[in-house]
């Protein structure tokens, strides 16, 4: 009987965490001072064994549905929090949530390299029959997937994927016809790969799609994040092709271009003012200041 009600709880409970869920690029690209809005949908396929009862539930389909709120904490470092539901097959909705972090552990021009963490609770009371046996259950179960790996970036599209490790918990109590049984769901571990396009619509949107596969199971996911704020270091973007503020000496505006309104057309060669860091200083109006060429630093 416990073989039954276990494969009653995989087919009934577990099914929509189950399913692998989006993850998008291993590597950051949200900076410090920035926060993001997007959404998540996946849509997987797995096998399920169903001991003594009817054999082999081939490509059990599930879907999830996701809220994506992310913050950058730091350079090239994201926290994000997920709120959704996830369905499986024709049993309905669950309330599912998750966290993550992602990481950039390695920047070399257009080719990075990073990290990410990604969790899923889903909680929920469901009811059904199931050969004739009318079936109560509350569950709790959990998902968790780790996943390194290179992102590629060529202007506005990136290349990205990877190896990932998935892993199951939780517990379940269900009851039928008025008897109750409680199962620990053991952790187990899945190896597989993803890879990934994102394509950055502007420079705060980016769109990207990705495969997922194990050994029992695929699935497709798309991510869709819009991004707020300006990077609270110069010099950094979310898109590999725009450089917010100068980074080199030869990038600073010209006499020309930024001449202040005081300075008569008709002054001797002037010099871009710095501080002792080397960075051009501006008056209280933002406006750079020049000074005569021979004219000591003061």
């Known amino acids: 009987m416990k073989r039954v009600v276990i494969t009653i709880i995989v087919v009934l409970f577990a099914g929509p965490v189950w399913a692998l869920t ?5 590597t950051s690209d949200i900076e410090a001072g920035q926060f993001g809005i997007g959404f998540d949908y996946s849509e997987s396929e797995t096998n399920i064994e169903i001991e003594g009862l009817s054999g082999l539930l081939k490509d059990v389909e599930a879907d999830t549905y ?11 470092a994201e926290l994000s929090a997920r709120v959704g539901t996830g369905e499986i097959e024709d049993l309905g909705n669950e309330f599912a949530w998750g966290l993550g972090v992602k990481a950039t552990l390695v920047e070399s021009g257009s080719l990075n390299w990073g990290a990410l963490f ?8 469901e009811t059904d029959t199931v050969s004739g046996f009318a079936i109560t259950g509350d569950f709790d179960v959990y998902e968790y997937q780790v996943a390194v790996g290179p992102t ?4 506005s599209l990136s290349v990205y994927g990877g190896p990932f490790f998935h892993f199951i918990d939780g517990d379940a109590d269900i009851r039928i016809s008025g008897t109750t049984f409680s199962f620990d769901l053991e952790q187990e571990s899945e190896f597989g790969g993803y890879v990934g396009l994102s394509w950055n619509m502007d420079e705060n949107t980016s769109l990207a799609v990705e495969y997922q596969a194990t ?19 110069p010099g950094k973007s979310s898109r590999p092709d725009i450089r917010v503020g100068p980074k080199e000496p030869s990038t600073w505006p010209t006499l020309e271009q930024n ?8 002054d001797p060669k002037q010099r871009l003012k710095t501080d002792a860091s080397g ?17 000591p630093e003061k």
């Open 152 to 155: 590629l970036k060529i202007n």
């Open 215 to 233: 050994d029992d199971a695929d699935a497709i996911g798309i991510g869709l994040v819009h991004r707020f704020g300006k990077p609270s270091r």
């Open 118 to 125: 990604q969790f899923t609770g889903l909680y929920g009371d």
């Open 66 to 76: 996701f809220a994506r709120f992310i913050l950058g904490i730091g350079d090239g």
């Open 22 to 26: 989006f993850m998008g690029p291993p």
């Open 259 to 266: 001449r202040p309104k005081r300075l008569a057309e008709t």
């Open 279 to 295: 960075e051009p200083v501006k008056d209280k109006d933002g406006n750079f200041i020049f000074v005569e060429e021979d004219a």
